[in-house]
């Protein structure tokens, strides 16, 4: 145990000094700052605002008698009713408007707007005119305004045949609720694949510097490996959490945003995001440290990751579904096989409220594989080291577990 | 009573496609230096790896210490593997302290007795270089200090003259005696047959999986002496009785006498007393080197059975 902790300090220790760790640790949150101030630009650059950016209002002209309803006193500042199109050009040269929509006579039938304007910018304001001619053509019922600005809400049978609004509250959650667990994935791999790539380097690493006759003498296969995975996990673990921190405190800041778009990350999101990237660490580092004991060379080693990277993104594949049906018997399958629980719960928390029961049982099947995958590991490590050399086919693989 | 260090009692050892240790036994004394020959592939280092729990034997038994091996048995060996290693991408000192923590010798404890041996060494003013920077001499004694930074009781050294010059060598020869004069083991495995004639009290020949030659350095010489004699002397040597040949070895004055097989070197030294005419100044036994033992052995002139101690 002793010795355990030692293989584990020391790898923890060798590679948190890399400066490759380090920048990549500090540059993750710095870009995810940048990207976070840029939509946040981009939020209030709402078309509301646009016409308040460049500090002129824009006007319609109304020949078709489409706008029943007046300007409300709130835009009154961006949206101007003209009473023809003569005023309107008159009002751009003298510089009150920046340009104004034409709507003309057989509007209702051919649909055709004009933007009138001196200046080469386009067309201003489409959203703010688009609603405001929704709302006039939709005057005598309202709440159809509300319901054309929704996606389309399916109702879906769920597996006890009951039938219920499955995406209302994903459809008003709006694109956070799939952006935030796709990032969440995505931090997960990467740290996974960073992680367990200096895993499966570690565990090469004294077959091809040849120090592993004597590290033997001195530790169990088992040992040596449970404390790679430590150490190099603890490092994994360091570094997703300066980066959740970091996310968190970026959240914070942006907080009105994202409380508009109807999402909050709790903390208890968090926490689980913290267990299950450990397990999913340490399952995928297992995996991973068994593929190094059965290679000589880092680079043999490669290909297998590459297969074994393929379990990691399915449920990436299934994305949409479970974030339409986070409770749906798909999303819970792979809430319980080992390999891509971790990514599926992190895309389940924030939506649903997942059963105890569930949340025990995946983090149970994910140590017991864990495990598993460590005690095979090591046997492999112990016949693949010490055939010196020689590669591992599969009957030396099954005999060296026997 | 002191324990033997190793006992190996029939051990046999097969990978997929061949045979590399047929059987072997040997068993070295406590305080020794026990030297381990053979020729390349012959199931010296799969017989060194055996005793260190590295794989386990098909067959027979190993004790170490007494006891089969285990860790704690374990700690109390150094090993200089054949095969070396060092962490290539740490410092010396780092990488020192690191394998002596594997061994259970604390932090402190650990630069302590390394300020001694990197002194000693001649690698104190290296400490904090990569060990990739190394010369592949520093490096050898580097991994020499890693061996037996923990005092072990038992070292157990594969080749541990590679790759150094004469002074490094006679400094490892020195340290490999004070650790026998210690009451430590030393079991050595090595080419140069004249370093084993040098150090070695005791040894075990393998050849192809088996033991040859199993003994005192001294024994198996005499095993293997010729009838003959080495004289040197002056005057003018008359013809002796049994003598078959008289051999000059060089322009050194020195003779090799070949004795017939009913001549005994006791009946040509009276002989040879009872000349007046020459004066001896030396004589002796011929005994052949190990290293025409370890040829004539391995090309097979003297078959193994005859020669099994």
Known sequence: MQRTFLVARHEFRRHVLRPSFLITTLLFPLVLGVVMLFMRANATASPDDLAALTGKPFGYVDEAGVFTLPVPEALAAQVQALPDVASGVEAIQTGALQGFYHFPEDYLRGGTVAWVSEDMTGPQGQALIVMLLRASLLADHPELVTQLGRPLALQLPTEDDQVEPATAMAAERGMLTFVLPYAFAMVLYITIFSAASFLLQSVTEEKENRTIELVLTTVRPLALLTGKVLGLGLLGFVQVSIWLAAGMLLLKTSTDALEQAGLAVSWTAVVLALVYYLLGYLVYGSLLAGVGATVTHMREGSQLVAILIIPCIVPLWFMTTIIDQPDSVLARGLSFFPMTAPVTMMIRVPLTTIPLWEIMLSVGVLVVSAMACLWIAARLFRAGTLLAGQRLDARAIIKSLG | ?309
């Not at chain 2, 005092?151 to 004469?166: G, N, R, T, Y």
């Not at chain 2, 003018?236 to 006498?257: F, H, M, N, S």
Request: charged fraction near 25%.
């Open chain 2, 1 to 309: 009573m002191i324990m033997d260090p190793l006992v190996i009692d029939k051990i046999a050892k097969s990978f997929a496609t061949q045979v590399a240790v047929r059987e072997v036994s040997f068993r070295v004394g406590p305080g020794e230096i026990f030297a381990l020959l053979g020729p390349n592939g012959a199931g010296k280092t799969t017989t060194i790896r055996m005793a260190l729990d590295i794989f386990k034997p098909d067959r027979g038994t190993i004790a170490l210490f007494g006891q089969a091996p285990s860790l704690d048995t374990l700690d109390r060996i150094g090993y200089l593997p054949e095969e070396r290693g060092l962490y290539r991408n740490l410092n010396l000192l780092d990488c020192l302290i690191y394998l002596a923590g594997l061994k259970g010798v604390r932090t402190s404890e650990a630069r302590r007795r390394l300020m001694f041996w990197l002194e000693r060494f001649d690698l104190a003013t290296h400490t904090q270089k990569k060990i990739n920077d190394l010369s592949r001499g520093m490096q050898q004694k580097a991994q020499f200090i890693a061996a037996l930074i923990h005092e072990p009781d038992l070292l157990i050294v594969d080749e541990p003259f590679a790759a150094l010059d004469p002074v490094n060598t006679r400094l490892i020869k020195e340290v490999l005696r004070e650790f026998a004069a210690q009451g430590r083991t030393v079991i050595m495995s090595t080419h140069q047959m004249h370093l084993v004639e040098e150090l070695a009290e005791r040894m075990v020949m393998i050849n192809r999986g088996e033991v040859v030659l199993y003994g005192t350095v001294d024994e198996v010489r005499r095993q293997f002496a010729a009838n003959a004699v080495l004289l040197d002397g002056h005057g003018t040597l008359a013809d002796l009785p049994g003598v078959i040949a008289v051999e000059p070895l060089g322009d050194t004055g020195r003779l090799q006498l070949h004795l017939d097989e009913t001549t005994t070197p006791r009946e040509i030294f009276q002989a040879l007393a009872a000349q007046p005419a020459y004066t001896v100044d030396r004589f002796a036994v011929a005994l052949p080197s190990l290293d025409e033992i370890f040829v004539r052995v391995v090309e097979g002139t003297h078959p193994a059975e005859e020669v099994m101690a």
